[in-house]
């Protein structure tokens, strides 16, 4: 049935619906009725159903009201366009901007959805060029107002949505946002992004944002007064307009982890009065909230409020007693100043690092059940607050000033006619600074004997941080031996243990190396800080005319007239020198010293095999590595290799000499980043193999190849990994560059290793090769991005480059390949950054969603592998959404079950490969597998295939079927 504008008995009008009943659902039919109408349809049986339209941008005008814009989920044009209640999807390959030009516009969706690898800007108003969809170059007014009263979703990794734009001041007209149930953002690396006024009416007043990904909720002027409430991911308030919120709660919502409410905006010179009303000219850079903070069902204290520049949170006017277990991090200053003086801000079970402010500024703040502030820049309690701090919290500022007075630099368990109090401890300052002379190498100790500290007083605080007043200097002409030097006394009764302190002392290249020893006579303990000599060449090697000096055979290169020993640690500092260990390069050399620290100077061994604790600060001025062992032929390092202060990059070189292979059994450490390099040479090849523990690198790991467009050759670099932890450990923050291979670098596996290091993407520069020996596993469990460098120099020089390309016969998995550009942005794949081409071995999914965008290339005997245990894949599992796979001609390609995780029983079914439907029948090309499990050999019985639709796009999906071989008998 179908009627439009008709007029019906009784008052009732008949408009465009769709109707279901039951199950089924009547197709194109929508239907809107007066309430006698509507309230029949339902007595019926029938319920209005909401449609489901995707973008297509036919008409080409970018308009969302135009119908021939959109089709339908059977994948028809519509009689109308999407209204509401119904869905709208835009599934992109290519940045779009869609609007509407004319007249006041609502816009009332069920949901919005967001595929695909780009953006899409949503505009509100008035008419958008074509150059940069963020700038309105016509001064056109309407008014227009998104209703999405249900939900908005991201669903890919890196896309990013708008709504009215990024930038709030070049809005004309008014555009609002009602404010909806769900934001869900699903991917991590995505975001949704708001410029229009968010508003609240009676059926919706609260913004509940969901998924990993983040919500920039206020990019302009807003007075919404409905809940913000978080149960996953980041709202991120980075509008550089209006900041003052009125009465916008912020909710954290639930216990999944991670939750962020980060703050962007820095406070720069206001100040404050004691009604907790900010003043100054920035009066409208801070974030002001009249409302309380709450936790809804959260238990835990992880989750958030952050700020990375400074931005200060006001809670002021209109707030109620609030209790907060997070954290507070990054450099956010927190403003507790309630207008009633009876209102109490309690702190509770967390432990914040920010290293802002902390104001109590009216009212009171109560700190209960080990709660912490460790790094405070500065802490304020006004005339008239209160802070309670109870026994087991702690907080410690550089500065602290209460009741209008700068406190002195101290431990305070009371300040104040109870300003200050509760029994927990106020640290203020660096508590123990001992005055110290280098020139002299003394040190006057702090005498806190009778000071009445008790050990409930210092544990919130252990291990108390010890300063020397100057920094501890390292000559270069002759040893540094500092010995023991008595730093403080305390009272016996404490007990103090050398752990119980840690030496915060500045020291040039964090040397000497120090620690504590304490001695306990009568009722007074005496702690000495000890330090390990530090020696330093007394002349710097000079390479000239074949003549080289060892720093490890020749004794009369160190300042102490000895070769290096045990008890000392060992300091070059000689830019642009070289310096080897031995003249005879078969040597095995194991340095004598506790450790060996180089500055801007090439340390090269050139020696069989080199064991020393190693420590890098900068690289050389004029080149870009600080570790290159020159021999041809196998050369190994043990021990430790640590880059320091911020040593960027640490860079590991071999020489390159033909055969030669450079392994590394150190454990390396860093906080910046490692690069293992290429080095020129008549070999194209450069062979590292990592056996250490690398968890200690935070940064990125570089794999670098390179391109000598002057030889015109492709210099390739090789890993060899035999364990995971080789190629580092967490990161703090998500890097889609965690592990990155530069012009075809090759990792190589040799036994079964999975990759799953938190928040360390993997991505390449002209794509990644991956060897996998027999019966291994290489395990990508991280998102993997391919860029390439377009240039003749690149086509030219590096032979089918890839995004991937897979050799050795042993398995390698992925979560996602994923076409990027230089910035590892999402974009689309054009047959080489998206190629993933198998030459050997088998490949497989880990994630449903791995392979979606991929051309996949496969020769006779390769295997599409799939884990019937995972349910991500289970359903289609190699899936590929945009083309077929090529199979070489006259190749089978094998479907091999990997069976970790499966139960034992005699037969099995799994799918194996999805692929468009239009891809001809490759039955006749795939052959399932013989394997053993459970010390069975299994076959492969039969190979079925079905149709499937998939976001209402048709596929083919084929699937295997395996059993036992032989003659089985169970017994019962």
């Known amino acids: 049935m179908y009627a439009k504008d008709n007029d019906l008995a009784d008052g009732m009008r008949l408009l465009p619906c769709k109707m279901k009943k039951g199950v089924g659902a009547m197709k194109h039919v929508v239907f809107q009725a007066r309430p006698v109408v509507a309230a029949l349809a339902l007595a019926a049986g029938w319920s209005v159903a909401a449609a489901e339209y995707t973008w297509t941008g036919a008409a080409g005008d970018q308009i969302v009201t135009n119908r021939l814009n959109w089709v339908d989920a059977e994948g028809l044009v519509p009689e109308t366009p999407p209204a509401r209640e119904d869905t709208i999807i835009f599934d992109l390959k290519s940045p779009l901007t869609v609007t509407n030009y004319s007249g006041n516009t609502d816009y009332e969706y069920r949901k919005l959805v967001l595929r695909g690898t780009a953006n899409l800007r949503f505009f509100g108003y008035g008419d958008c060029p074509t150059n940069n969809a963020q700038r309105l170059t016509t001064s056109s007014v309407a008014t227009y107002t998104f209703h999405l009263p249900l939900e908005i979703v991201n669903e890919t990794a890196s896309s990013q949505?708008?709504?009215?734009?990024?930038?709030?001041?070049?809005?004309?007209?008014?555009?609002?946002?009602?404010?909806?149930?769900?934001?869900?953002?699903?991917?991590?690396?995505?975001?949704?992004?708001?410029?229009?006024?968010?508003?609240?009416?009676?059926d919706y007043h609260r913004v509940l944002k969901i998924g990993k990904g983040t919500f920039y909720p206020f990019n302009g002027h807003n007075?919404?007064?409905?809940?913000?409430?978080?149960?996953?991911?980041?709202?991120f308030y980075n509008t550089h307009a209006q900041r003052y919120w009125y009465n916008c709660h912020l909710t954290f919502l639930g216990d999944a982890p991670g939750?962020?409410?980060?703050?962007?905006?820095?406070?720069v010179t206001g100040t404050y009065n004691l009604n907790g009303v900010p003043q100054g000219p920035d009066y409208w850079s801070k974030y002001i909230f009249h409302v309380p903070l709450i936790e809804d069902g959260v238990t835990t204290t992880d989750h958030e409020l952050r700020s990375d520049n400074g931005a200060d949170l006001v809670f002021t006017n209109g707030v109620t007693d609030m209790t907060f277990t997070g954290r507070i991090r990054g450099s956010l200053n927190f403003h507790w100043a309630p207008t009633d003086v009876a209102q109490t801000f309690t702190y509770s079970k967390g432990e914040s690092d920010t290293s802002g402010a902390l104001s109590v500024l009216k009212g009171r703040m109560v700190m209960t059940n080990g709660a912490r502030f460790t790094a405070l820049s500065r802490l304020e309690v006004a005339a008239g607050a209160t802070l309670e701090l109870a026994p087991g919290t702690a907080i410690r500022a550089t500065i602290a000033k209460v009741g209008g007075v700068t406190l002195a630099t101290g431990i305070y368990t009371t300040v104040g006619d109870g300003a200050v109090s509760g029994g927990g401890v106020l640290v203020v300052g660096d508590v123990f600074t001992v005055p110290y002379v280098?020139?002299?190498?003394?040190?006057?100790?702090?005498?806190?004997?009778?000071?009445?500290?008790?050990?409930?007083?210092?544990?919130?605080?252990?291990?108390?941080?010890?300063?020397?007043?100057?920094?501890?200097?390292?000559?270069?002409?002759?040893?540094?031996?500092?010995?023991?030097?008595?730093?403080?006394?305390?009272?016996?009764?404490l007990n103090l243990t050398s752990e119980m302190l840690r030496d915060d002392s500045s020291k040039v290249f964090g040397l000497p190396y120090t620690w504590f020893e304490l001695e306990t006579e009568g009722d007074v303990t005496t702690v000495y800080l000890v330090a390990r000599p530090v020696v330093s060449p007394v002349y710097y090697q000079v390479r000239k005319s074949g003549v080289f000096y060892d720093f490890c055979t020749d004794a009369n290169f160190w300042s102490d007239g000895q070769l290096p020993h045990p008890g000392a640690d060992y300091f070059i500092n000689a830019t642009g020198v070289y310096h080897r260990a031995s003249a005879t390069p078969s040597t095995n050399i194991v340095f004598g010293g506790e450790s060996l620290?180089?500055?801007?100077?090439?340390?090269?061994?050139?020696?069989t095999s080199f064991d020393a604790n190693l420590r890098f600060n900068a690289m050389l001025d004029s080149n870009d590595y600080v570790f290159y062992p020159y021999r041809s032929g196998r050369s190994v390092v043990r021990g430790t290799i640590c880059g320091i202060n911020k040593c960027?990059?640490?860079?590991?070189?071999?020489?390159?000499?033909?055969?030669?292979?450079?392994?590394?059994?150190?454990?390396?450490?860093?906080?910046?980043?490692?690069?293992?390099?290429?080095?020129w040479s008549t070999s194209p090849k450069n062979e590292f193999a990592l056996l250490g523990n690398n968890l200690g690198i935070k940064g990125r790991i570089e794999i670098n190849g390179g391109i000598n467009t002057s030889k015109q050759f492709w210099q390739e670099t090789e890993v060899i990994v035999t364990n995971s932890a080789a190629l580092g450990g967490d990161m703090d923050a998500f890097a889609p560059n965690g592990v990155y291979f530069c012009?075809?670098?090759?990792?190589?596996?040799?036994?079964?290793?999975?990759?799953?290091?938190?928040?360390?993407?993997?991505?390449?520069?002209?794509?990644?090769?991956?060897?996998?020996?027999?019966?291994?596993?290489c395990a990508i469990d991280e998102?993997?991005?391919?860029?390439?460098?377009y240039s003749a120099a690149q086509n030219t020089y590096i032979p089918q480059r890839c995004a991937v390309e897979k050799t050795g016969t042993g398995t390698l998995m992925m979560q996602r390949v994923m076409p990027a550009d230089e910035n590892y942005k999402a974009i689309a794949g054009n047959g080489t950054n998206n190629l993933v081409r198998i030459l050997e071995g088998g490949i497989g999914p880990l994630a449903a969603d791995a392979f979606d965008r991929c051309r996949m290339e496969f020769v006779d005997g390769t295997a599409i592998v799939a884990v019937p245990t995972n349910a991500a894949t289970a359903a289609y599992g190699l899936r590929l959404l945009d083309e077929a796979p090529v199979f070489a001609e006259g190749a089978r390609v094998r479907l091999l079950p990997d069976m970790t995780g499966c139960e034992a029983g005699s037969s099995l079914s799994a799918t194996f490969l999805t692929v468009p439907a239009t891809t001809p029948d490759l039955t006749s090309s795939l052959r399932p597998a013989a394997f053993s499990f459970n010390g069975r050999r299994w076959l492969g019985r039969q190979i079925t295939k079905d149709a499937v639709s998939i976001d209402g796009r048709e596929y083919t999906r084929y699937s295997a079927r395996f059993s036992m071989s032989g003659f089985v008998i169970n017994l019962r």
């Open 161 to 202: 949505l708008y709504f009215n734009g990024r930038d709030p001041r070049v809005a004309r007209g008014t555009a609002s946002l009602y404010a909806t149930n769900i934001v869900n953002v699903v991917n991590a690396a995505a975001s949704v992004y708001n410029a229009a006024h968010i508003q609240k009416d009676d």
């Open 259 to 267: 939750k962020t409410f980060n703050f962007q905006y820095r406070n």
């Open 743 to 777: 012009d075809f670098s090759k990792l190589i596996v040799s036994n079964r290793l999975n990759f799953a290091t938190s928040n360390r993407g993997w991505a390449a520069r002209n794509g990644m090769r991956v060897e996998v020996a027999a019966d291994g596993l």
């Open 783 to 789: 998102p993997y991005c391919c860029w390439m460098q």
């Open 438 to 493: 280098d020139a002299t190498k003394t040190a006057t100790p702090l005498d806190f004997t009778g000071s009445g500290f008790t050990l409930q007083t210092l544990t919130p605080l252990l291990p108390l941080p010890l300063k020397l007043s100057s920094e501890m200097c390292i000559s270069n002409a002759a040893a540094l031996v500092t010995n023991r030097m008595t730093v403080a006394r305390f009272d016996a009764a």
């Open 597 to 607: 620290t180089v500055n801007k100077s090439l340390l090269y061994p050139s020696v």
């Open 223 to 235: 007075y919404y007064t409905g809940d913000m409430v978080l149960q996953e991911g980041t709202v």
């Open 648 to 679: 960027d990059p640490l860079t590991i070189r071999p020489n390159g000499v033909t055969g030669s292979l450079f392994v590394v059994e150190s454990d390396i450490s860093c906080d910046t980043w490692v690069r293992f390099k290429y080095t």
